[in-house]
């Protein structure tokens, strides 16, 4: 991957930000289980932050992805995952299919609000009783006349509390179940709409999660985005942004645990030595910068692809594999180097511990990121290799 100047100036710009209007508040906003989104994302609209790569018509920047790339690997300097998580919803969740197969009218109304930082947006694909099996979500939509009427309730919805709108997967048909989805756009103001209350999460707690329930609600069908059928391949989609935000966003993140697991390990000292001077431990460390390295590498190749335009859902679903998993090693392995301060809830390690196991479960669990790779390979039962 070769960056310019303006992918420079870019990540420059993002971490002014992060500095200037993330960091002095995070913790207030941990200790209150939620943060300011529509005045963080006003902030963040007005430096075109929302909509690096979404078309100028809509007050985007137009650029390539490679320029989200960039904004999503900077956000993960940020102290905890929950606004970085937060931000990709916006970017990387709910409106990729809104730009990309919605209608004018469409983007006009939900897409340009959004990328300026106006309105807060959500995406509700999952379900209690569905998790990473889309097809097998329940919620419907029946048409009336011009309008669908939709019931049923979405699960561990971020941004929900705070959302104006939300990109949501339902059931427009009986067919079979990859042919009768669409995304259909629902204002949480709209009657019949309830958010429930926060969910008490592990993690991610800066992040306000909420169930959703539809009962009775009626939007016109323009807000359908694209063809009626064709949701189940707009959310897939939709995945491969998602991932390789979650996967790109973990890189700072770990980074960050392994350099002040390192600075606190050559501060304290055991048996008449710093703990940075045992080899098991500086051995460590470049493991695990290693590994960070790698998956920075199988991330920057997968953009490169999806910029020249090709289908990554392979590389993606690795990288998101990948980084779960590596995560969960980094966060566990750095905490155990603080000893007992390591288990102390406010520690650096202990907090990336919480907030990071959520990217082997949200966007597609481990299990479903190794079924579409076996897929790819040739390996699933009854398969052939593409």
């Not at 004018?104 to 999952?126: H, K, Y």
């Not at 973990?250 to 080899?279: H, W």
């Amino acid at each position: 991957m070769k960056f310019t100047e303006q992918h420079d100036q870019l990540r420059r710009t993002v971490r002014e930000v992060i500095e200037k209007e993330v960091a002095p508040y995070d913790t207030a906003w941990e200790e209150a289980g939620a943060f300011p989104a529509h005045q963080l994302f006003k902030k963040l609209g007005a430096l075109g932050l929302l909509g690096i790569n979404k078309p100028e018509a809509s007050g985007g920047m137009g650029l390539d992805y490679s320029y989200q790339l960039v904004m999503d690997e900077e956000m993960g300097g940020c102290a905890g995952g929950s606004i970085a998580m937060a931000v990709g919803v916006q970017t990387s969740m709910a409106t990729p299919a809104l730009s990309r197969f919605g209608t004018d009218e469409l983007r006009r109304e939900f897409l340009v609000p959004a990328i300026a930082g106006d309105q807060v947006a959500a995406i509700a694909v999952s379900e209690a009783g569905g998790g990473s099996d889309v097809a097998a979500l329940k919620t419907t939509a029946r048409k009336d006349g011009a309008d669908y009427v939709i019931n049923g309730s979405k699960m561990w919805i971020t941004n929900a509390a705070q959302a104006d709108w939300m990109c949501v997967l339902v059931n427009t048909s009986d067919d079979k179940p990859h042919i009768n989805k669409s995304l259909v756009i629902i204002p949480t103001k709209t009657r019949g709409v309830n958010v429930g209350g926060k969910l008490d999460k592990l993690g991610m707690r800066t992040s306000d999660t909420c169930p959703v329930f539809f009962e009775d609600v009626r939007v016109p069908q323009r807000h359908r985005i694209g063809e009626e059928g064709m949701g189940f391949m707009m959310q897939m989609v939709q995945f491969q942004e998602e991932r390789l935000m979650g996967a790109a966003s973990a890189l700072k993140s770990m980074e960050k645990v392994i350099n002040s697991t390192i600075q606190y390990c050559r501060e304290r000292s055991t048996f008449g030595q710093p703990l940075i001077d045992n080899q098991v431990i500086h051995f460590r460390m470049a493991e695990l910068q290693t590994e960070v390295e790698c998956l920075r590498a199988l991330i920057y190749s997968a953009v490169e692809q999806y910029v020249d335009g090709n289908d990554v859902t392979q590389l993606a679903s690795m990288a998101k594999l990948k980084g779960g998993r590596l995560t969960r090693q980094v966060t566990d392995a750095c905490l155990q180097y603080w000893g007992g301060m390591g288990f102390m809830w406010d520690n650096i390690a202990s907090r990336a511990y919480r907030d990071s196991r959520l990217l082997s479960i949200g966007g597609g669990a481990d299990e479903i990121m190794l079924g579409i790779i076996c897929k790819f390979m040739g390996i699933l039962p009854g398969k052939k290799r593409k």
